[in-house]
């Protein structure tokens, strides 16, 4: 009991840490960040500081050795301050992650736990050539010796030009056919690389604009997994993360949308006839129809996030729930946008202003894009449901 008490106290603290990072700094800065385009620093350094930049790091790397259920309830709790902090914060930690799956030990002392666990990742993988399949590459390695030289145009790069590391993917130098993909992690001060500007919708903290790597040198020991291990790396390693952190910040979109139109409908009063807007049916009917979407996300992301750590502890592919991780983006992904849209109806004027609802309206636009975009998913989820092959390197099975 005193052991399940101790327990208590320190996820208490670590919570409550997370929740200080979001109130002092994520939320304070999220409309100037999406008017200036600006890149959340600030918010990425606090929540460095509360530890959860390293949510799933051994503690012996600096991390909290926590699982993908309160990494996932981070993202959802960033999410609903700022989308842009909450995609940051989920390609950091997918990168991180891929590290602590299929990187050594040097790796990790070097890149997760330098600088008290300061240093940002993220994953530069999607290329202009093959659009939405992010997972397909045409660029190639080279070979320097022991060393590899990178040559490559990403097409969006999440924290493009601010990264401390790149967690890289391109075929192997000499690739048999287009599944025969290696992993880098790669210094983001390493010359050659070039970051263009980000400038768009919605999600304008987050700076996923193109980068290129022009003849970039790669260590031997930066080199991440085995060479032809790559795919393996994104079934296992990079997509499960990835997917269950995309999920639950699109989740916290959605709610904080609706909390600031409760907010709103509950607070301003028609004066001519004495009444809220929250006293009027209609506008009722809208937030409860709302709230029913928003409900359905927690008990799922809560179910594969704790699948995903089941696996983790067992050894096995987190791959294997693969769909059913696909399915909670689809979903979440579209709530966020209905949520965000009804927000946007029942509080007229004032939450078409800029501000929190506005800008969630246009933030949620990208949950749909957002790799493997919800086209591309939904045939995905329909061909697993009737029972047709998925295979997203080779002909005939995409």
């Known amino acids: 009991m005193a052991n399940e008490n101790l327990a208590r106290k320190i996820d208490q603290d670590v919570y409550s840490r997370l929740d200080a990072a979001i109130d002092a700094t994520v939320k304070v800065n999220a409309d100037r960040n999406d008017l200036e385009s600006r890149f959340p620093r600030e918010n990425l350094t606090a929540l460095a500081e509360a530890g959860w930049t390293g949510v799933l790091n051994e503690p012996r790397f600096g991390g909290l050795g926590l699982g993908h259920v309160d990494f996932a309830e981070a993202a959802y709790r960033i999410g609903q301050a700022d989308a842009s902090t909450g995609l940051v914060y989920i390609m950091h930690v997918g990168a991180a992650q891929t590290i602590n799956l299929f990187g050594s030990d040097d790796q990790k002392e070097r890149w997760l736990k330098t600088r008290n666990g300061g240093l940002l990742g993220t994953y530069s993988t999607s290329e202009r050539a093959t659009g939405g399949h992010w997972w397909y590459n045409l660029s190639e390695a080279s070979r320097d010796g022991e060393d590899y030289r990178v040559n490559a145009e990403k097409s969006f790069t999440t924290s493009s030009g601010q990264a401390d590391f790149y967690v890289v993917q391109t075929r192997t130098p000499g690739a048999k056919d287009q599944a025969d993909i290696v992993f880098f992690i790669v210094d983001g001060k390493s010359p050659g690389l070039e970051a263009k500007p980000w400038d768009a919708l919605g999600v304008r903290g987050n700076h996923s604009g193109p980068i290129r790597y022009t ?56 004066k001519d006839r004495n009444k809220s807007l929250s006293d009027y049916q209609a506008i009722r009917q809208e937030l409860g129809a709302a709230k029913v979407l928003v409900e359905t996300l927690r008990p799922w992301r809560l179910e594969l996030a704790a699948r995903l750590d089941a696996l983790w502890r067992a050894g096995k592919p987190q791959s294997e729930i693969l769909i059913p991780l ?14 965000a849209a009804t927000a946007l109806t029942v509080t007229g004027g004032y939450g078409y202003h800029r ?3 506005e800008r969630a309206f246009r933030d949620a636009r990208a949950a749909i894009a957002m790799g493997p975009s919800n086209i591309i998913a939904r045939d995905w989820i329909g061909k697993s449901l009737v029972g047709l092959p998925l295979e997203l390197f080779y002909e005939g099975g995409e």
């Not at 790669?218 to 085995?226: F, M, Q, S, T, Y």
């Not at 696909?326 to 949520?339: D, G, L, P, R, S």
């Open 215 to 270: 003849n970039v040198r790669v260590p031997r020991r930066d080199r991440l997994g085995a060479e032809g291990q790559g795919k393996e790396i994104i079934y296992n390693g990079v997509s499960p993360v990835y997917l269950i952190g995309l999920g639950a910040v699109w989740e916290g979109v959605a709610r904080g949308a609706l909390s600031a139109a409760v907010a709103h409908t509950t607070s301003f009063v028609h």
């Open 326 to 339: 696909t399915e909670f983006k689809v979903h979440a992904a579209e709530v966020a946008n209905k949520v």
């Open 355 to 357: 501000g929190p609802i």
